[in-house]
């Protein structure tokens, strides 16, 4: 099985970046296929644009833009790239880093498909500094990183503990329907508990409140969509459910600092 050091993707490695023992790579899928092999780091990979699709010894990952995952250190796994331009962006977290925070990961073994919106934008605010590349640029990668993980810890805690079926159940209905004009008194029933429960109760697992985790889901699902030029504004305006481009751009701002046009020309570049 192949053994890929520090910096070592397959693929077309666009730009790679060191910043005191984290390596950050933006690298062009080019392989049909990648036979099992591990790193010899921890990362994460955060699909940028396209598909790809990833294997480990016990689940199988369908990628799209957007999608993000971890791999702990040595974890074997494989890649297949269906037809089409794929592009990831890769945050090895090298154990000089890690020690130097007085950091583990014995608690996040294996591979993890990540799927708190909170963490994916955390991901695109990393790139984003990546990007501009400035004074503050290690600093603030840094930072993001840190807490990314620390959130990543907590809600690998929290999901080991016993939650009410509501929560997962809920958590499914809104990844699938968040562009839906849904109603609190129709989720209630949906799930079978009283409006005032859910409103009570809902941010205790997902940390803010009902209306605000729907806007973050179409904010991040916007972002994906971003990367590819063939979206025009409208149409990413109306699949992920704002009334118009003015509140997407309003809500898109306020979550990433920046209007949807520039990001665009950001991601792009």
Not at 18 to 43: F, R, S
Not at 139 to 147: A, E, H, N, R, Y
Not at 167 to 189: G, H, M, P, Q
Request: net charge neutral; charged share 20%.
């Amino acid at each position: 099985m192949k053994h890929l050091q520090t910096g070592q993707f397959h693929g077309q490695t666009n730009k790679t970046i060191q910043l005191n023992g984290l390596t950050l790579t933006d690298t062009e899928y080019t392989h049909d296929k990648v036979d099992w092999h591990y790193h010899e780091n921890a990362y994460f990979t955060f699909i940028l644009q396209g598909n790809v699709i990833e294997g480990n010894r016990k689940e199988v990952y369908n990628c799209t833009a957007g999608s993000l995952l971890f791999h702990n250190w040595q974890e074997p796994h494989y890649n297949i790239k269906p037809n089409g331009f794929t592009r990831g962006f890769h945050i090895e977290l090298e154990q000089q880093w890690l020690q130097g925070f007085d950091f583990g990961l014995s608690d996040l073994t294996g591979s993890i498909n990540i799927l708190n919106p909170d963490l994916k934008l955390l991901l695109y605010k990393i790139f984003r500094e990546v990007k501009i590349d400035d004074g503050t640029t290690s600093l603030s990668v840094q930072s993001l990183l840190l807490q990314l993980v620390e959130q990543m810890r907590h809600d690998n805690k929290i999901s080991a503990q016993k939650k009410p079926l509501w929560v997962n159940k809920i958590r499914e209905v809104l990844d699938n329907k968040f562009a839906d004009n849904l109603s609190l008194t129709d989720l209630s029933a949906n799930l079978g508990i009283h409006p005032v429960h859910l409103s009570r109760d809902f941010p205790k697992y997902f940390h803010c409140n009902l209306g605000h985790y729907i806007r973050k889901l179409k904010i991040e699902r916007s972002l994906s969509l971003l990367s590819q030029k063939s979206n025009s504004l409208s149409a990413i305006t109306f699949e992920c459910g704002f009334s118009d481009q003015s509140h997407f751009a309003r809500c898109f701002k306020e979550i990433n600092g920046m209007n949807p046009l520039e990001y665009r020309k950001l991601i792009l570049s």
